[in-house]
């Protein structure tokens, strides 16, 4: 069974630039996470979907970040302008539906750095 | 605010030793997971807890939720080379909410 894939799995940008992140969740994964891994932390949750509606967005900072999952599959994450401090690793999970408690699959993530 | 405490944040030992791991909080969760994490790679579960005073063992790994649900350790016996990496708790409110994660132990095992 493939894995959630992620792409690319580095970029690096100057500050004030656009970036997207894409990833496609393991086959029939209804839920779909981004989460924000900071050099040295643990990851913090930005959005849960849903199939292709929003779960969780209130750690998501709306004014420079967008995520959306269109047709209930792979989800794009972007960020417009970046800043210094969103220099970190972007991880995609996902989840089975209608399993409670059930494992996060994570991808390899994108290393994002902004210079 | 960190929901979940993981200590120690860093650890170095020898091969063969034995170590805890530790993941406390104020809140109650519904169940907790433990998650290694290798360079370069996203976090692979390790085990799921979901009953207060569970204990459940895998290979060298032992791990136990606390009976109250708030905190959880994991011991490692005999520590290997291969065990390096960084060990991260992680909790759920309720069945389908978002996991949320500690800052994670960093552990090294030195041959």
């Known amino acids: 069974e493939a894995g959630v894939a992620q792409s690319p799995r580095y970029k690096i940008i100057e500050k004030r630039q656009s970036v997207a992140f894409w990833c496609n969740p393991i086959s029939g994964h209804a839920t779909l996470y981004w989460y924000q891994q900071i050099l040295g932390q643990g990851p913090k949750l930005l959005i849960q979907?849903?199939?292709?509606?929003?779960?969780?967005d209130s750690q998501l900072p709306k004014d420079r970040f967008s995520a959306e999952r269109l047709k209930g599959v792979d989800s794009t994450l972007k960020i417009q302008p970046a800043k210094l401090e969103d220099s970190a690793v972007y991880l995609c999970?996902?989840?089975?539906?209608?399993?409670?408690?059930?494992?996060?699959?994570f991808g390899q993530g994108t290393r994002l750095t902004v210079v | 605010t960190q929901l979940l405490e993981q200590s120690p944040q860093f650890l170095s030992i020898q091969e063969g030793e034995n170590l805890t791991v530790y993941c406390n909080s104020s809140?109650?969760?519904?169940?907790l997971q433990w998650y290694r994490q290798e360079p370069g790679e996203g976090p692979v579960l390790l085990v799921t807890v979901v009953t207060g005073g569970e204990v459940k063992k895998l290979k060298r790994l032992t791990f136990q939720f606390g009976d109250a649900r708030k905190d959880s350790s994991l011991h490692i016996t005999a520590a290997q080379p291969g065990d390096t990496g960084l060990y991260l708790c992680a909790g759920r409110y309720s069945g389908n909410t978002p996991l949320v994660f500690g800052k994670g132990t960093r552990l090294s095992v030195i041959a």
């Open positions: 809140s109650v969760f519904s169940s």
């Open positions: 999970a996902s989840s089975p539906q209608g399993q409670p408690n059930t494992e996060a699959f």
């Open positions: 979907f849903q199939n292709n509606g929003v779960v969780d």
